[in-house]
């Protein structure tokens, strides 16, 4: 790691980090730790207030501050590239909501290459399967890592708490090899990063098979999340009813089926050891969180898309299809209530009314999208 830190000894790395809530705040802190970075956070909400006071930060891993703020704080995108910086990396940490915003474009106006005609790295701390895809297609040529991370951090208001260890691995997108992105090239600069986040002591490590560490993170966020999501349940709740073993167990050899059609062949002992995993806690996951919440969920990365590709490649999962449309109806009720989102008629249409297009939904329905969380 000792020529990363050369490379960055003089002129530090110029980092644009995208979504400043649990997960972003404590990768921009720990960035800055490390001593060889310097991050610009985008934040929406809580833009006002962190401008004002900074962040209060309890962290399990980086400890207590009060006051804390990046080396910039931005309200926007379009603001971080209006003060003319071109940045080494662009680093996403907000909820991969793709029927509302897409990534590629909000990141779009930052996008800009530099002087050897490179874009910026694009880094996805993200949940969910093939998010990487839309970035590499928008942008030709970029250099597109992921991230699968195990953190467990909320933001209240600015007010960060972190209370599990940042632990994450990094890899490059396999579609970014190319002549000019060479194998060697891709895992150097996966390397780099890898280095900058690791330098204030985190675990962050390079994953040679990232999409592979994908689908096994999948195996618990499409089903335990999304059951727990559904029944209101928490992990140990959803174990003492039997809805563990009557569904979330079913649910998840069927991610173990689809990622093995995939070319991605996970452990078959891997769902019944995340289930024990959660084994003497009442865990609440981060979907059914933001179902109380009542926040948009994650429903299409995390369920979608991997029915989407089962469906391409002949794999039958009728529980992960139950799940995607309890919850589609779940996404609707959350939307509606948020208020100035989704238009609902004041006369509910008639059954087989061929105006509704219900598999459009949710993209076609909101009236507004939600800003980014």
């Known amino acids: 790691m000792s020529k990363y830190f050369e490379k960055f000894s003089s002129k530090k790395a110029n980092i644009l980090l995208v979504g400043s809530g649990g997960v972003g705040t404590i990768a921009s802190l720990g960035l800055e730790k490390g001593g060889f970075a310097q991050v610009t956070s985008v934040l929406r909400s809580d833009y006002e207030k962190v401008s004002k006071h900074g962040f209060e930060i309890k962290s399990i891993d980086h400890g207590d501050y009060t006051n804390w703020k990046p080396h910039r704080i931005v ?35 930052a996008m800009v290459k ?40 909320h933001n209240f208001g600015g007010k960060i708490v972190q209370f599990e260890h940042d632990v994450i691995s990094f890899g490059y997108y396999p579609d970014c090899v190319s002549e000019t992105n060479t194998k060697e090239k891709l895992e150097d600069r996966t390397h780099e990063f890898v280095a900058l986040y690791a330098a204030s002591g985190v675990n962050a490590t390079y994953h040679p098979q990232l ?80 179902v109380k919440k009542g926040n948009p969920i994650e429903l299409e990365v995390i369920l979608g898309n991997p029915l989407r590709i089962a469906k391409r490649l002949g794999v ?36 087989g009314d061929s105006r509704i297009d219900h598999s459009s939904f949710p993209s076609e329905l909101p009236a507004k999208k939600p800003e980014p969380l």
């Open 316 to 351: 039958e999962a009728p529980i992960l299809t139950v799940l995607y449309n309890l919850l589609k109806g779940v996404q609707f009720r959350l939307l509606e209530n948020k208020g100035g989102i989704l238009n609902v008629p004041e006369k509910a249409p008639r059954v």
């Open 75 to 109: 309200p926007n995108v379009q603001a971080a590239a209006d003060a003319g910086e071109v940045y080494d990396y662009i680093v996403v940490a907000i909820k991969a909501l793709p029927e509302f915003f897409k990534t590629e474009e909000i990141i779009r106006p």
């Open 211 to 290: 999409m592979l560490a994908r689908w096994r993170k999948l195996v618990y966020n499409s089903c335990i999340n999304t059951v727990c999501a559904i029944t209101q349940l928490d992990t140990g709740r959803a174990y003492l009813s039997g809805v563990d073993n009557a569904l979330t167990l079913p649910a998840m050899y069927e991610i173990l089926k689809i990622a093995k059609a995939a070319g991605y062949e996970l452990p078959e002992e891997l769902p019944q050891g995340m289930i024990d995993s959660d084994s003497g806690v009442f865990y609440e996951p981060s979907m059914m969180i933001d």
């Open 114 to 153: 530099n002087a050897a005609g490179e874009y910026p790295t694009v880094v996805l701390i993200q949940n969910g399967i093939d998010i990487e895809r839309p970035v590499y297609e928008a942008y030709p040529g970029a250099i597109v890592l992921s991230g699968v991370s195990m953190i467990g951090s």
